[in-house]
């Protein structure tokens, strides 16, 4: 029987601080006017101090588990998308296993710059389309805050922190992902980079004194490379889905700059209602950028039964990524029984006192085996 990776759960979160143009015009050289005129972006958001991607990330998992009613337990893998992730190691879908309390699941980071979600999209639904498994949480989180120059006014008045969710979910329904691109030219590379903090320029006290932990990018360069290949993944993931694109509802893209994405409507000759922007409230909240604005259209009733949308993705690497999404859920999802939500954050709660009894144990088990070597090594 073929099978069919639906989207079934979606979720987003996103800090509640906000930092407007004229916030920033008062941090570097700059204004609202040249920051709306030249990017479209208004405001973002920016993570409080306990706040990571890790957190923000199990906070849009737990939206889109709510929404899909499924018990984390069930989840076969979980995929976060990001570029900035807690640690270098261990990966924050790990974090995210062990605060969901998915003690099935599988779970790694993936590193595809600001089109890591929809990269994720593609390894989630073909994961689920191949038989391999049923339930794939997909997540692009991003603390970008943390890795921007605060005096950098090329860059700094870009980047926003969020993160966003979507459950995929195995069906004989036919729809759900109909087909994916990925492409990459690492020749571009150097064009969007974090340069230290890796074996190349390990972390020192030289490489923070030259800046080098914060994102660096040759923005005019991203905006050509950018304008040239969203239309043409979209395209090419349209051709191989066998769908025409007067028969696209929703044109969901990562929202960069405003320009960039009218340049990719243009070139694919869609009118504005069928294309989704919200980089004015959020700025370029990179591998998040795209399901905040999934789950932003679902709730402003811009995504229907059966409607065809084209998703886009580009960033880092250089890379670029377009899916084909035929939408198989009824709209609105009707709201759970009053139960399911406290038996739910019960199921949290208990996933936090597994984690600690697990930690608890691994101490006691290595100081009672530190006991018996020494017991040994003395008698
Ligand atoms: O997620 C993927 C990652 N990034 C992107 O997608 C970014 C892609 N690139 C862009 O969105 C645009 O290139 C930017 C918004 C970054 C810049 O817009 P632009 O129209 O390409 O401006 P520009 O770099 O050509 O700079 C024009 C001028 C420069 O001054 P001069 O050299 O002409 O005197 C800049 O120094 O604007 C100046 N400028 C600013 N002025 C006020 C650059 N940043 C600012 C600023 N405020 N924040």
Redesign the pocket.
């Known amino acids: 029987m073929a099978r069919y990776a639906q989207i079934v759960g979606w979720g987003m979160y996103v800090p509640s601080e906000i930092l407007t143009n004229d916030d920033?015009s008062s941090m570097?050289?700059?204004?609202d006017d040249?920051?709306r005129a030249?990017?479209g972006i208004v405001e973002r958001r920016i993570a409080a101090p306990k706040e990571t991607t890790a957190t923000m990330a199990i906070r849009a998992a737990q939206a889109a588990l709510r929404v899909a009613n499924v018990n984390p337990a069930r989840l076969d893998l979980i995929i976060v998308a990001t570029a900035t992730p807690d640690y270098p190691f261990p990966a924050t879908a790990c974090l995210v296993q062990d605060a969901l309390g998915a003690t099935r699941a599988g779970a790694f980071d993936l590193s595809a710059?600001?089109t890591g979600f929809v990269y994720g999209l593609a390894v989630g639904s073909q994961m689920i389309i191949s038989g391999a498994y049923d339930q794939v949480l997909v997540i692009g989180a991003e603390t970008l805050s943390r890795i921007v120059n605060w005096t950098d006014?090329?860059?700094?008045?870009?980047?926003g922190d969020g993160a966003g969710a979507v459950l995929l979910q195995a069906s004989a329904v036919p729809g759900g992902v109909l087909s994916t691109v990925l492409g990459s030219d690492g020749s571009g590379g150097d064009l969007?980079m974090l340069p230290a903090g890796g074996s190349r320029h390990p972390a020192s006290a030289e490489t923070v004194a030259q800046g080098l932990h914060y994102i660096q990018?040759n923005?005019?360069?991203?905006?050509r490379f950018?304008t040239r290949v969203m239309a043409k993944a979209a395209r090419q993931a349209l051709a191989e889905a066998n769908v025409d694109l007067e028969d696209i509802s929703l044109f969901i893209s990562?929202q960069?700059?405003g320009?960039?994405i009218q340049s990719a409507a243009k070139s694919l000759k869609l009118p504005p209602e069928k294309v989704f922007v919200n980089l004015d409230r959020y700025g370029?909240t990179?591998s998040a950028?795209v399901p905040i604005a999934l789950c932003e259209a679902i709730e402003q009733g811009r995504v229907k039964r059966d409607d065809h949308l084209v998703i886009v993705g580009?960033?880092?690497g250089l890379t670029w990524a377009a899916v084909v999404v035929k939408w198989g859920m009824p709209l609105p999802v009707p709201q759970p029984p009053r139960w399911t939500v406290v038996w739910r954050l019960a199921r949290y709660r208990l996933a936090a006192v597994r984690s600690y009894l697990r930690r608890l144990g691994r101490r006691i088990l290595s100081a009672l085996t530190g006991l018996f070597v020494r017991n040994n090594g003395s008698g």
């Open positions: 920033l570097v050289d700059t204004s040249w920051i030249r990017t710059g600001c006014r090329n860059t700094c008045v870009l980047f969007l990018m923005g005019r360069e991203i905006f950018a990562h960069a700059n320009r960039i370029n990179s950028s580009f960033g880092a």
